[in-house]
């Protein structure tokens, strides 16, 4: 995919997914991360059932999954507001590296999660 037309090495930027309970809290994330410069877009997708241990037991819940697209370099200060703001002890923030994205994506994404624009 690299190499296509359009198309950059994804190692500047991240998607980030982290579940919330509900979606409130999940807008309330989103709002967070977008408004204050963490974050270019996020997606919120209610819907999701976690089935996870917890304090020895394993649990079955319905979440909501943010998907997050962000800039490298927001990701250490995103993952540290998530953990400030989040309703859970121990939120799940799993970040990827994408292997490509759209060169024009990528731009403004980048523009977005610029120091500057926070």
Avoid at 37 to 47: E, M, Q, S, T, Y
């Amino acid at each position: 995919m690299v190499g296509a037309k359009n198309m950059a090495a994804g190692g500047s930027a991240r998607v980030v997914l982290i579940t919330a309970p509900d979606t409130g809290s999940a807008a309330e994330l989103a709002d967070t991360l977008v408004g204050e410069g963490l974050a270019a877009c996020v997606n919120i997708l209610p819907g999701v059932t976690s089935v996870y241990r917890w304090q020895g037991e394993v649990k079955t819940d319905a979440e909501v999954l943010l998907w997050v697209k962000t800039a490298q370099a927001s990701l250490e200060a995103l993952a540290a507001r998530v953990a400030e703001v989040h309703p859970f002890d121990v939120p799940c923030i799993v970040a990827l590296e994408p292997q490509a994205v759209g060169v024009d994506y990528l731009a403004w994404l980048l523009e977005c999660c610029a120091g500057d624009s926070r």
